[in-house]
């Protein structure tokens, strides 16, 4: 029988942690975090943990500030839980490494939704067949869920991951925000979702072009979109 995926809850909140660990628990191993410095002490010791629901208002260390250090020993997903919902914060939290957002008050709907996007691309990754695919000094192993450039290992988020691999299976075409935003994030298309492609697509380029203001591998094409050629 498969092991259950193991998500860890960080929350200073002990009432916003039992909500998520009933709501969760029939379906996921759980573990507990009480703050940002705790979170990223479990998951130096637990890197196998498979997603990350982090809280984004927390005394002393906050969640973006915990991200930060999780994405130097994990790439497992980030669903950030917050009650704000300003695009500034959205964008704040997407360039710290994170994956996903929900709001406070959230349904448990749209909470377990969520979860289980993460975690079923997270998966398909990791059990993918070997393929690899050159790009110039661009070296992208879909097996070992790795990018490289120039023989120097790229530490891209899984959602920067979902993004190459999407554009790269449709090279040469060109796809608009709502394609790449339902594509990767399983997600209907919403006015505020334009700005988390952008900003995901500008993390990346940071990561994967000699000159990010200049990109060559992951091209804008004016009024249309991205494209892989």
């Known amino acids: 029988m498969a092991s259950l995926a ?13 909500v998520l660990s009933l709501l969760l628990k029939p379906t996921y191993s759980l573990s507990e975090a009480e703050n940002g410095v ?3 002490d479990f998951i130096k010791e637990n890197p196998g943990v498979d997603l990350i629901i982090l809280d984004v208002m927390m005394p002393g260390m906050s969640g973006i500030e915990a991200c930060v250090e999780i994405r130097k020993y994990s790439k497992a997903p980030v669903l950030f839980l917050t009650a704000k919902s300003a695009e500034e914060d959205r964008i704040s939290a997407y360039s710290s490494g994170g994956d996903d957002f929900l709001s406070k008050p959230f349904s448990q709907a749209e909470l377990l939704a969520k979860v289980s996007s993460l975690l079923r691309r997270y998966m398909e990754y990791r059990g993918k067949p070997e393929e690899v695919v050159e790009l110039g000094e661009l070296c992208v192993d879909f097996g070992n869920h790795t990018v490289t450039n120039a023989g120097v290992l790229l530490d891209l988020t899984d959602k920067e991951h979902a993004i ?3 554009m790269i299976k449709n090279r040469g075409t060109t796809l608009n925000a709502k394609q790449i935003y339902e594509a990767v994030w399983e997600e209907v298309y919403l006015p505020g979702s334009g700005s988390t492609v952008m900003v995901h697509i500008l993390n990346l380029r940071r990561k994967i072009e000699a000159d990010p203001s200049n990109p060559k591998i992951l091209r804008t094409v004016w009024g249309k979109g991205y ?3």
């Open 6 to 18: 193991h998500i860890l809850i960080v929350d200073d909140d002990p009432d916003i942690r039992k």
């Open 164 to 166: 190459l691999e999407y």
């Open 227 to 229: 494209q892989i050629d």
């Open 38 to 40: 705790a979170a990223v």
